[in-house]
């Protein structure tokens, strides 16, 4: 299973990457430190899942949200995000995320992750 | 009331600053005795009823939306403490100044029991804190106020006075705005050169070293100094020379200050001179006699002596020749006049066509031959459209006791012997 | 003093807290003002004095009078918050809470104030949490300043290493925006490298 972690912080990358691998050890990782980098490799390794932050350099979250939902409408994009203002949220959910998970991420939260997206 | 809120009264009770406890409602559910004392407001009147019968002008929504967001946020919220009293009012009794009538608060608002949606408020007497604020500020802006006065009197000064500052030794390190234009300099011309350059005088006459002598013992030395410009120009100045000395009586700096007397001078010059032979007049003349009266130290060797002049037949030229003509040998007779007589005589045009000359440092035979002199320039000028003219000369010289009309009426006996005895000639009587 | 030295990971996980930290400080403020604001990443940097001076001359207009609240912390990990928000942001900002068109000079200061605490409060207590320590707050005070000069004259301020955390607060729908920043200095810059250690530990085990 491939899976995409977007988020221009190596920590948030490096602690969702732990907390996934608790669950999922066999998941194949890629990463991206920018939404247009991972649009980039959403494109060329159409991974299963993709986590997603909202705040970054180049292009954020919003927009890279919606190329991938372009590229691929069935794509499951969870959006991991500081960002955890309501309105935020409803504007992810209707570009098409699957779900918002508010930062940081930790066991219990990957968990109900996990159990929401299909593999 | 709940039991713990009575034990956390004990405390509150204890302590040397406001303490209330409210909830979301602005309930007053405890008031410690320290607001008892300061408001007048009994705990037992206040308590478990709404802080806004007692406090109508205080902005309940601002306290309420600061409550709230204490308890949702599990953290202190406040006021600001700079502003003028936006919580409760309570009055201050300090006498010796009147800056606040209420008391300036520091009011804290912390989560106290967040279930029971209560907070407890602290207020903290800030006034005198506030007060050193405010009067600091005062002070500042008055500060900043003479700032801008001085700036502009130093502008003004700048512009307007001509002032120039030198270092111990005379070397200018600065000069006004005023005084650069006036001299056709600019400040970088002037800063390093020496102030000295300006000034017409010799470097070694007696008037600078009289100058140099009362700045040296660091007197101020004011006077009238002639300057000269850039343009070579030569003005005069009415000037002030300060010295400037430090803790231990060194001199550290002078500054000179400028005011331009030319006109002045021009207007003296004018005042005590004919204006058609442009000789001393009558009134010059006067000054200078009785100047030289005042010298006590005439000997007999050394004197000064008065001639008369007189202009042979000037009436006879008059009616001959025009007026015109009249004045034009006036005007000659003048100039050889002023050419022949020694540096130091003082020559004046006394009235008509009599002159009058004071020859200091003389004895009798010194002055018969200055006026000899005199006679013999005027009987070898030759004047346009008149030709040859002619003078008698009256001589005397001071002697002990001589006042100007005594020696005035002798040497006016001798011009009337030197008319008597044919004109032309010097006649003289010393006493 | 290799120890004080700050690698790229402690300023990712520095500019990642804060990151945490604004997000939650955006949610409560949208909340204050019912409205939704954007979020700018943080910028972390580690300087001296005058480049401190150089950052926020940068940041804030020299044109205009701004609002700067200075809020202290302390505990563990202590500093200065500073939030400047130019005259205009703070008219909309008293206009908006005290439901006035025209907010008088107290109403704004209050305002302002208000606005300060909650950001401050939640920020650094976010940002304290993460590091698993707590933190005292001090009361805040406001002063309006002409230009863009925050920082005193004084000679003797002279810190040898400022930590400068930096980030914007903005709602654009009511014209509300601001500059945080969030300032720490020598012996505070050591405990803070300790604490993200910590969380750097945490983190590879």
């Known amino acids: 299973m491939k899976v995409l972690v977007v988020d221009d912080s190596k920590l948030a990358r490096l602690t969702l990457i732990k907390t996934l691998k608790e669950y999922e050890p066999s998941a194949e990782i890629l990463e991206a430190e920018n939404g247009a980098v991972a649009v980039e490799v959403f494109q060329a390794e159409s991974p299963r899942v993709v986590f997603l932050d909202l705040t970054m350099p180049v292009m954020d979250g919003f927009e890279a949200l919606e190329r991938m939902m372009h590229i691929n409408p069935k794509a499951q994009v969870v959006v991991v995000s500081a960002d955890i203002q309501t309105q935020a949220q409803e504007r992810v959910l209707a570009l098409g995320a699957k779900l918002m998970v508010p930062k940081p991420i930790n066991a219990d939260k990957m968990l109900g992750v996990l159990q929401q997206l299909v593999f | ?431 | 003093m290799e120890s004080t030295e700050f690698s790229s990971d402690h300023l990712d996980v520095l500019r990642e807290l804060m990151n945490i930290a604004m997000g939650n400080a955006t949610a409560s403020i949208a909340d204050l003002l019912q409205a939704f604001g954007t979020m700018h990443i943080p910028h972390i940097s580690i300087s001296d004095m005058d480049g401190l001076k150089s950052y926020i001359e940068e940041a804030v207009p020299s044109d205009q009078h701004s609002y700067v609240t200075k809020q202290l912390f302390g505990g563990v990990f202590g500093g200065e918050f500073v939030f400047v928000m130019t005259n205009e942001s703070a008219a909309n900002l008293g206009h908006y809470l005290y439901d006035v068109d025209v907010p008088s000079d107290a109403d704004i200061l209050d305002a302002v104030i208000e606005l300060t605490n909650i950001l401050s409060s939640t920020i650094i207590s976010r940002l304290t949490e993460e590091l698993n320590t707590k933190v005292q707050f001090f009361p805040p005070s406001t002063e309006i300043i002409s230009g863009n000069n925050l920082i005193s004259q004084e000679e003797t301020l002279n810190y040898h290493r400022i930590i400068i955390v930096s980030t914007v607060m903005e709602f654009q729908s009511h014209k509300i925006s601001g500059q945080i920043f969030i300032l720490t200095k020598d012996g505070m810059i050591q405990r803070l490298r300790e604490l993200i250690d910590q969380k750097l530990e945490e983190l590879y085990a």
């Open chain 2, 1 to 431: 009331m709940n039991y713990m809120l009575k034990q956390c009264n004990i405390v509150f009770d204890s302590l040397e600053n406001g303490t209330l406890v409210v909830d979301e409602e602005c309930v007053v559910w405890s008031w410690n005795k320290w607001l008892e004392i300061n408001t007048g407001i009994e705990a037992e009147s206040i308590i478990e009823k709404n802080l806004e019968l007692f406090y109508p002008e205080v902005d309940y929504k601002g306290l309420q939306r600061k409550i709230r967001t204490t308890l949702r946020l599990n953290t202190p919220t406040f006021y600001d403490a700079s502003l003028s009293n936006r919580f409760i009012q309570i009055p201050r009794h300090k006498i010796t100044s009147s800056l606040l009538s209420f008391m300036q608060l520091q009011v804290t608002i912390a989560p106290y029991i967040p279930a029971e949606k209560k907070v407890m408020i602290s207020i903290h007497d800030i006034s005198d804190l506030h007060e050193l604020k405010m009067t600091l500020q005062q002070r500042m802006k008055e500060i900043a106020l003479l700032n801008s006065e001085l700036q502009q009197d130093k502008q003004i000064i700048n512009a307007n006075l001509m002032i120039v500052k030198t270092d111990s030794g005379c070397e200018i390190v600065d000069a006004t705005e005023a005084f650069c234009d006036f001299f056709g300099y600019t400040k970088g011309e002037l800063i390093g050169g020496s102030l000295s350059r300006f000034y017409a005088l010799d470097a070694g006459s007696d008037d600078f070293e009289q100058m140099k002598e009362v700045l040296r013992n660091k007197h101020r030395w004011s006077g009238e100094v002639e300057i000269i410009t850039k343009n070579n120009d030569c003005v005069w100045m009415d000037t002030v020379i300060s010295p400037f000395v430090d803790e231990y009586g060194e001199i550290i700096s002078y500054t000179a200050i400028y005011h331009d007397i030319t006109d002045k001078k021009r207007i003296e010059m004018l005042s005590v001179t004919d204006p058609l032979t442009k000789l001393f007049n009558r009134q010059k003349f006067d000054d200078v006699c009785r100047g030289m009266l005042m010298r006590r130290h005439w000997t007999k060797e050394y004197t000064f002596g008065l001639i008369i002049i007189d202009v042979d037949y000037f009436k006879k030229v008059n009616d001959t020749y025009g007026h015109q003509a009249g004045d034009s040998v006036l005007i000659e007779v003048s100039d050889i006049l002023s050419q022949t007589v020694r540096t130091g005589d003082v020559l004046a045009r006394w009235g008509g066509e009599e002159f009058v000359v004071l020859t200091p440092d003389v004895d009798s035979g010194k002055v018969l031959y200055a006026a000899e002199k005199l006679r013999r320039a005027i009987e070898m000028l030759e004047i346009p459209a008149v030709g040859k003219v002619t003078a008698s000369f009256g001589v005397t010289v001071f002697v002990e006791g001589d006042t100007q009309e005594s020696m005035l009426h002798r040497s006016d006996q001798a011009l009337y012997r030197a008319k008597e005895k044919g004109r032309n000639r010097v006649e003289s009587i010393f006493s």
